[in-house]
C-alpha cells in the first residue's frame, strides 16, 4: 500500500507557475506509475497527465499540453507536475494518484488504486 500528500498548491494569476508536488510513504515509489487529475467546481474529475515507473514515459491531456511537466524523482519518493502558463480555467483540486500499470488508459481514474487528499489551485484572471 502507498500513502499520497500532495502539496504546492496556492493562488497565481493567469500566466503564473506552480509546481505541485506528492510525496508518497509505504510500499516501493518505484514500482508505480504516477498521474495527477483534477476536480473543478461541478465538474467531473479528468486527467491531467501521467509517467511511467522510471520517468521514461508521459503523457498528457490536451488541454495542458505544452503547459504542464509531470516528472517524478524515485529516491524522493515523490512525484511533480509544474504548470507554467496558467490559465483561470486550470483552477481545480488537484489530486495526485498511483497505479501499478495504467499503459494506454492512464486517463481513467479508475485505473489508479491510491489517491491523495488533493490541493487547491486557484488562477485569477
Known amino acids: 500500500q502507498v500513502q499520497l500528500v500532495e502539496s504546492g498548491g496556492g493562488l497565481v494569476q493567469a500566466g503564473g507557475s506552480l509546481r505541485l508536488s506528492c510525496a508518497a510513504s509505504?510500499?516501493?515509489?518505484?514500482?508505480?506509475?504516477m498521474g495527477w487529475f483534477r476536480q473543478a467546481p461541478g465538474k467531473e474529475r479528468e486527467s491531467v497527465a501521467a509517467i511511467s515507473w522510471s520517468g521514461g514515459s508521459t503523457d498528457y491531456a490536451d488541454s495542458v499540453k505544452g503547459r504542464f511537466t509531470i516528472s517524478r524523482d524515485n529516491a524522493k519518493k515523490t512525484a511533480y507536475l509544474q504548470m507554467n502558463s496558467l490559465r483561470p480555467e486550470d483552477t481545480a483540486v488537484y489530486y495526485c494518484?498511483?497505479?501499478?500499470?495504467?499503459?494506454?488508459?492512464?486517463?481513467?481514474?479508475?485505473?489508479?488504486?491510491?489517491w491523495g487528499q488533493g490541493t487547491q489551485v486557484t488562477v485569477s484572471s
Open positions: 494518484a498511483a497505479a501499478t500499470y495504467v499503459g494506454s488508459t492512464w486517463y481513467r481514474s479508475s485505473e489508479y488504486n491510491y
Open positions: 509505504g510500499r516501493t515509489f518505484s514500482s508505480y506509475y
